[in-house]
Structure formats: structure tokens, C-alpha cells
């Protein structure tokens, strides 16, 4: 199971932290990753860690706006999303991979999903 929180409204320059709090996989051995979807577009993979080794990954555009850390002992993970600009919009995703997937923001890699919370960013 996969639940997301922390999604909201904010301001242009504004910030917030998504949480996703992971449970009842048959592992401890798991990547979780962030994905969003804004309206008319495809689902980008925003960011993921190795549960197990705690290596991280992001795609080059969003290097130094958004940090994704992991809280073992609650099970969660969250994305800090600093500096946020209307182009943030979006419904974001957590999932969850078995162990590493070879191409960690690959949205075809990860078979488990949460419900998404909306993200809404004001200019």
C-alpha cells in the first residue's frame, strides 16, 4: 500500500513537502518514486530512492528544486519541493518497484501506485 499527503495550494516561490507512506510489501528491498502528471500531458518521473541503499535520483531539470529523503523507521518517504513555479502543477504520484529498477524514473518500471494528491502552484 501506498498513501501520498502534503499536497495542496501554494505560491509561486512557495514550497511544500509531499510524504508517502509505504506498507505490506513482500521486501525491504524496494524503490519508491515520485511521478506527476499534469493535465494533457504524460507522467514524468520527478524522483526515486533505494529504500535499501538510499541512493536517490532525479532528472537534470529538477536537480536543487526538489529532495526526496526516506524515514525507516515510519515506513515513508518524502519529496521537498522547493521553489515552486506554476509549471509544478500537477497530480503527484508515489510508487513502488521490487528492488532496483534499471531505469529508476521510468514510470513502466514501478507496479504499485498511491491515489496521487493534487499540487497546485499560484502565480
Known amino acids: 500500500h501506498l498513501v501520498e499527503s502534503g499536497g495542496g495550494l501554494v505560491q509561486a516561490g512557495g514550497s511544500l513537502r509531499l510524504s508517502c507512506e509505504f506498507s505490506?510489501?513482500?521486501?525491504?528491498?524496494?524503490?519508491i518514486g515520485w511521478f506527476r502528471q499534469a493535465p494533457g500531458k504524460g507522467r514524468e518521473g520527478i524522483s526515486s530512492?533505494?529504500?535499501?541503499?538510499?541512493?536517490?535520483y532525479y532528472p537534470n531539470s529538477l536537480k536543487g528544486r526538489f529532495t526526496i529523503s526516506s524515514d525507516d523507521a515510519k515506513n515513508t518517504v518524502h519529496l521537498q519541493m522547493d521553489n515552486l513555479t506554476p509549471e509544478d502543477t500537477a497530480v503527484y504520484y508515489c510508487?513502488?518497484?521490487?528492488?532496483?529498477?534499471?531505469?529508476?524514473?521510468?514510470?513502466?518500471?514501478?507496479?504499485?501506485w498511491g491515489q496521487g494528491t493534487q499540487v497546485t502552484v499560484s502565480s
Open positions: 530512492i533505494d529504500i535499501r541503499y538510499a541512493n536517490t
Open positions: 510508487a513502488a518497484a521490487l528492488f532496483s529498477p534499471s531505469q529508476p524514473l521510468a514510470a513502466e518500471h514501478y507496479t504499485y
Open positions: 505490506e510489501f513482500p521486501t525491504d528491498y524496494i524503490t
